[in-house]
């Protein structure tokens, strides 16, 4: 099995889709005008209009609802990163060493799901991150 992407449903995919477009420095591919991925070298972001739940099954996934899930962004430098997005989406947390050895800042997407930027600063990080 290979976990192929996450997909968030959106209110205002347009928004949304534009938001995590920043932030990777990636283009979205829009497969149809209620869809559109951005594919990472690690990963996949898939991103639904509101409208295509009803494609599986109408009221399985809710926009704007979301408080269980953080997306993660490794990044070369999340201080860095932090400086460049801290004006252009809500700051959760400024960057700050976390228990497990590496440095993360959250902000919060236009629909408020939690993004987390991190880098791997100690060595055991930095190892366990090497082959992924």
Do not use: C
Not at 9 to 38: C, H, N, R
């Amino acid at each position: 099995m290979k976990l192929a992407s996450t997909r968030l449903i959106a209110a205002d995919i347009k928004k949304v889709v534009s938001f995590y477009e920043m932030v990777t420095g990636q283009t979205a591919e829009w497969l149809a005008p209620v869809f559109a991925e951005i594919v990472t070298p690690a990963a996949t972001l898939a991103i639904g209009s509101a409208e295509t739940v009803a494609l599986f099954r109408e009221g399985s996934a809710e926009p704007r609802a979301n408080r269980s899930i953080i997306l993660e962004f490794q990044v070369d430098d999340v201080d860095t990163d932090f400086a460049r997005l801290k004006g252009e989406a809500e700051v959760v947390h400024e960057p700050k060493m976390m228990p497990w050895g590496n440095r993360a800042a959250q902000f919060r997407d236009p629909e408020g799901t939690l993004v987390s930027l991190y880098t791997p600063v100690t060595d055991s990080a930095k190892q366990r991150f090497a082959g992924r």
